[in-house]
């Protein structure tokens, strides 16, 4: 059951990304937050980063935390793929290699501050 638990959070963040991604470049909600784009790329994939980390029984990580943390970083990476893949059909939003470059710079960021934070709670 606890192993469940841990995939909830990750879900509901790929969700919520997929359904930002769905709306359209002129949405109200899209428009509300007033924070650089690639600034909102970061938190969304800073936040999708670690909850791909909590996804990982922390005794996975201590005993190969190279593995997960890459592991970690191409799902982020992938998911960012097909995110910005699928704006390009979106009405008003685009596919942008330089979101992706920050999709994936957070992961990493993401994947250092779980294990920093798990190795000082150890």
């Known amino acids: 059951m606890k192993n469940i638990l841990r995939k909830i ?8 990304l997929f359904k930002l991604s769905t709306l359209p470049g002129n949405d109200p909600l899209l428009n509300s937050i ?3 784009d690639k600034i909102e790329h970061f938190i969304a994939y800073f936040v999708l980063g670690i909850t791909f980390c909590i996804w990982i029984p922390s005794k996975k990580w201590f005993a190969k ?4 943390g890459v592991i970690v970083i191409v799902l982020c990476t992938l998911f960012g793929i097909s ?3 699928h ?3 979106v009405p008003g939003r685009s596919c942008d290699l330089y979101d992706l470059a920050v999709d994936s710079t957070a992961s990493v960021i993401a994947v250092f501050a779980y ?6 709670k150890k």
């Open 115 to 120: 294990f920093l934070v798990i190795k000082i």
């Open 9 to 16: 959070p990750a879900i509901l963040a790929m969700a919520a």
């Open 87 to 89: 704006q390009k059909f």
């Open 65 to 68: 935390p190279v593995v997960y």
């Open 83 to 85: 995110d910005e893949y």
């Open 34 to 36: 007033h924070l650089s």
